[in-house]
């Protein structure tokens, strides 16, 4: 088990019901332990699963929006100044004319947001005041005065701001993030396995080949031989050893060619599993592409409108769209005006001591409150919002179209692999039917040949036509296998026929 963020990645290691007798040695690279292995090693796989982890860390961070905040303040304040005339006149302190006081203030709180754009304040603030005038005022030595007050303040949107559309906004945008970050990986998931398992038929195909082409260098060495044979013998023209030797160049150039397609392949192997060079002593397992791809039964061509809705590329189009619905939504609410309701309670307590001061708070002996309204309005028009709004309509008619075009393109392409899959098997079928006979007319002619009623020429050639006909079939069933893997993709079967189950929690 491999926990990837929010997303457990599932490899299943073990082999088909089919496959379960004679499990191959652990140096047979089989198609489903060399899928497993790129989804497991694959660095281009490996940046999709950090890229979904990072969306899903984005839509943790949006999830803390109803989070209540705890705030504490204290402030220390001192002052040492000449009192105006004003400020004499109007106490009874007129002959003190030097303010000396500091004040201790303290105040904790707590902020919080409503879904309907509120934002609801409460917070108990206490302070105490040392000054002459306090002592002059009461004539008992006591310079303090302590005050506590309990306070309430809500600010409420009206227009601007109100209502999830506005205050959820960035927290719907990120969750459906999260989810085309899943979608992403599924997508890189799919595309690397059946690119991974294209190059995988492609070595296979190329492994096979080589003792094949192998064997007919041999024949066209044999066939120049009893080309030599019969001139000596005067039995054919001159020309017929020319034609024999240009032969077997053309099978050591074919030989050649395929030895230069499996260095190719081993090389994208050792890219996909991100292997050093030099790094990839295996053996390839030889499978039967006619029994896997004939084992199911054929799907309806309608059957793609059953298969759209697990294709990633239309499901990250289709989270797009109702992305640009949520920023649509949230622009239109910024064209409006800003009227906001503000209203504000609180109670509170005066003293000699905090103590005191405290005492009338809980009781609401002395309230204080007040019920506003704010606007704002832009001079001139909104035309930065109104914009904004306008281009956000724009983007979403993008993505509708982009999920249309997703969907009517998975339908095509969905009925053209299966089309594709069902010719490639039938074209197998006639590559077999082919070797078949030519294998019962090479028995004829060597039965021929020791009756001595047929040339060992023809032997040879009809040895030649058959491995040609060998190649043919290896070549159709690496196709075969190709269009089976490229519709396995299509239809969404292509991870769990291979062992990997992606399952998000």
Known sequence: MRCV???????????????????????????????????????????????SRIADRGFVAESTLYQP??????????????????????????????LDEMVNTAETGLRMRANTGAEITTSVQRSLKRSNLIASLYNDGDDREASAQLVVTVRQPLLKGRGTDAVEADLRVAELEREVGQWTLRQQLLKMSSDA???????????????????LLENAREALDDARERIGAGRVAMTVEDEARALLSMRESELLRNAQLIAEAEGRIRTILD?????????????APAAMATSAEAPAPTAWESRVDQWPAYQIASLRVRQNQHRLDFAR???????????????????????????????????????????????????RPDAQYEGQQLKLQQAELEARNARVSFGNDWQARLLTLQLAQRDADQLRADLKSRVELLRADETGLRDQL????????????????????IEGEARLWTA??????ADGQLLPAYGVELAWQ
Not at 71 to 82: A, G, I, K, L, M
Not at 208 to 215: A, C, E, I, L, T
Not at 484 to 489: A, K, N, R
């Open 454 to 473: 047929v040339p060992r020429a023809r032997v040879l050639r009809r040895e030649a036509e058959k491995l040609e006909s060998e190649l043919r079939l």
């Open 333 to 383: 609410n910024q064209t409006l005006p800003q009227l906001d309701l503000q209203a504000n309670w609180g109670s509170h307590g005066l003293g000699r001591n905090p103590r005191a001061a405290a005492q009338p708070v809980p009781h609401n002996r002395y309230p204080d409150w007040y019920v506003g309204l704010y606007f704002e309005q832009p001079l001139g028009g909104t035309t």
């Open 197 to 215: 398992l294209v190059v995988y038929w492609q070595l296979q195909r190329a492994y096979r080949s080589q003792p094949v082409r192998q064997r």
């Open 69 to 98: 905040v705890s705030f504490t303040s204290v402030r220390h304040e001192s002052r040492y100044r000449q009192r105006t005339a004003e400020e004499q006149l109007a106490t009874l302190s007129a002959r003190t004319s030097v």
């Open 275 to 287: 292997l050093p060079p030099g790094d990839g002593a295996w053996k390839l397992f030889d499978t």
């Open 5 to 51: 963020g929010a997303a457990v990645l599932l490899l299943v290691v073990g082999l088909p019901a089919a496959m379960a007798q004679g499990e191959p040695a652990p140096d047979v690279l089989t198609p489903r332990r060399f899928v497993q292995l790129a989804v497991d090693r694959n660095a281009e796989i490996a940046y999709a699963r950090l890229q």
């Open 484 to 489: 089976l893997t490229q519709f396995q993709q």
